[in-house]
């Protein structure tokens, strides 16, 4: 059972649009800034957004993040086939002491 | 380019040690934190510890504490996450990853290509 809660899946057609949500609570996500990786099939995770909602650079702005309360919400514009892949958030847990993770989303392109 | 190259995939026994390596290349080894998470077959990340490299602080999960062991050596830019005595349910992918750690603001910027750690008998 992770911290932090996603959705398992989420699918749309290329070229619309789809949110992935992060559930946490006020010891994370309210107080702590939020990060979302990229894992491709057979791939190392890759940092999609820091910071509630910067990209680094290299990462399209069809990615974007935000955050309000205890949540926060990954978008993804204009979907390709290539963004097929799982989607995890993050973000430190001061009453854990730890980083947490979400259980992660898969994102299937229809 | 920063660049973090793991070892390669290793196969053990239950009870026997191991100790796997990543090394960094293309930044001031030394001024960043270095991180593993493990990632268990078919499931998610999970935040294992850290270490700063420049005076081997050592942090580690709850959840992982007394499990494993993270060192460093600064020598030669590298990091390691060790077993003193593997089990069955140690078999996953191991990363590691630069951490940036800011009040409120960790994240990993960095990736390694991922070690497979199996132990079967």
């Known amino acids: 059972q992770s911290v932090l809660t996603q959705p398992p899946s989420v699918s749309a057609a290329p070229g619309q649009k789809v949110t992935i949500s992060c559930s946490g609570s006020?010891?994370?996500?309210?107080?702590?800034?939020v990060s979302w990786y990229q894992q491709l099939p057979g791939t190392a995770p890759k940092l999609l957004i820091y910071d509630n909602n910067k990209r680094p650079s290299g990462i399209p702005d069809r990615f974007s993040g935000s955050k309000s309360g205890t949540s926060a919400t990954l978008g993804i514009t204009g979907l390709q086939t290539g963004d097929e892949a799982d989607y995890y958030c993050?973000?430190?847990?001061?009453?854990?002491?730890?980083?947490?993770f979400g259980g992660g989303t898969k994102l299937t392109v229809l | 380019e920063v660049q973090l190259v793991q070892s390669g995939a290793e196969v053990k026994k239950p009870g026997e040690s191991l100790k796997i390596s990543c090394k960094g290349s293309?930044?001031?080894?030394?001024?960043?934190?270095i991180g593993w998470v493990r990632q268990m077959p078919g499931k998610g990340l999970e935040w294992m510890g850290i270490i700063y490299p420049g005076d081997s602080d050592t942090r580690y999960s709850p959840s992982f504490q007394g499990q494993v062991t993270i060192s460093a050596d600064k020598s030669i830019s590298t990091a390691y996450l060790q077993w003193s005595s593997l089990k069955a349910s140690d078999t996953a992918m191991y990363y590691c990853?630069?951490?940036?750690?800011?009040?409120?603001?960790?994240?990993?910027?960095?990736w390694g290509q991922g070690t497979l750690v199996t132990v079967s008998s």
């Open positions: 006020s010891s994370n996500i309210e107080n702590n800034y």
């Open positions: 990853a630069r951490q940036i750690a800011a009040a409120g603001g960790d994240f990993f910027d960095y």
């Open positions: 293309g930044y001031s080894f030394t001024s960043y934190w």
């Open positions: 993050g973000t430190w847990d001061s009453s854990l002491s730890a980083l947490v």
